[in-house]
């Protein structure tokens, strides 16, 4: 199944990231691998740890699945201070998708969260070809696995392909107002 979380709005990745919870408390394995996010600590990175505590969930006799994120990325691309060659993010964003195409293939992932690789495809650092080759492999050798790709900008021949298309829509943002991104909201 294809999920894609689009659109301007804030939550994309937070919803990817809800959906990584449920699918570890129901025992299944999880991998994000996140194409534009990279250099800088998240509120996900620190939680990975504390949220799948193994002497915890020993203790509680429930067996949960195994949750791995995998930042590859370099950064945002050509905002907030960027000064990064774009041939630096290409060839990030083309190492996170072999990476995530050598994991798909593998078969050990119950749901695998592409997150950004929206952006990646719209700021032209990865092609549109590749990743719906990727996506179609998939999709047809795991038909019980989950695909879920975030990030806005999504190309037509992905929405096409999808399942499940949610499309988060900017209402009022304090960015917008020049407040900076808030700890634990936004990262």
């Not at 998708?97 to 749901?111: I, P, T, V």
């Not at 989950?146 to 009022?172: Q, Y």
Request: negative net charge; proline residues 2%; contains cysteine.
């Amino acid at each position: 199944m294809l999920v894609i979380n689009t659109g301007d709005g804030k939550g994309k990745t937070t919803a990817a990231l809800g959906a990584a919870l449920r699918a570890v408390g129901r025992g299944k394995n999880v991998l994000m691998i996140q194409f534009i996010k990279g250099p800088w600590e998240s509120g996900e990175d620190i939680s990975v740890g504390e949220l799948l505590n193994r002497e915890a969930v020993a203790k509680s006799n429930i067996k949960t699945g195994e949750f791995v994120l995998k930042k590859m990325g370099k950064g945002f691309v050509g905002i907030l201070g960027d000064s990064l060659p774009i041939e630096e993010h290409k060839r990030a964003a083309q190492q996170a998708l072999e990476f995530a195409r050598g994991e798909l293939e593998g078969k050990k992932w119950d749901l695998v969260i592409l997150d950004e690789i929206n952006v990646a495809l719209s700021l032209k650092l990865l092609d549109l070809k590749q990743v719906l080759e990727a996506v179609d492999n998939f999709l047809e050798d795991c038909q019980d696995c989950l695909l879920l790709l975030t990030g806005r900008g999504v190309a037509k021949e992905l929405i096409d392909r999808a399942d499940l298309v949610t499309e988060m829509k900017e209402i009022k943002h304090p960015y917008n107002q020049g407040k900076d991104a808030k700890i634990s909201l936004e990262f």
